[in-house]
Nanobody, 114 residues
Framework: QVSLVESGGGMVQAGGSLRLSCAAS????????MYWYRQAPGKQREQVAQ???????HYADEVKGRFAISRDNAKSTVYLQMDSLKPEDVADYYC????????WGQGTQVTVSS
């Protein structure tokens, strides 16, 4: 059974930082492209960052230069370092393995106060 468990969300002031983690089990982690998505209140879920099995990364334009995705295959964990957070980054953040038809975590909430 596949399980993705996010942690690290919380409340931070604008300009601050948070680091999200997602621990995976039940999958051969190193063989999965990993993603972070987010869903803001009243909006559709959107892809924030991707890291492939070859460590190639991609980012949504809105977070380029502020967010960094990384993975530790030995720990079956993917991370999202979020710096210079803005109020518009407020959302539930979801870890995903292998895209929208793949596996999802339960989400972790990020709140940014202005």
């Amino acid at each position: 059974q596949v399980s993705l468990v996010e942690s690290g969300g919380g409340m931070v002031q604008a300009g601050g930082s948070l680091r999200l983690s997602c621990a995976a089990s039940g999958v051969i982690f190193r063989l999965n492209n990993m993603y972070w998505y987010r869903q803001a209140p009243g909006k559709q879920r959107e892809q924030v960052a991707q890291i492939t099995v070859t460590m190639t990364t991609h980012y949504a334009d809105e977070v380029k230069g502020r967010f960094a995705i990384s993975r530790d295959n030995a720990k079956s964990t993917v991370y999202l370092q979020m710096d210079s957070l803005k109020p518009e980054d407020v959302a539930d953040y979801y870890c995903n393995a292998n895209g929208p038809s793949g596996h999802w975590g339960q989400g972790t909430q990020v709140t940014v106060s202005s």
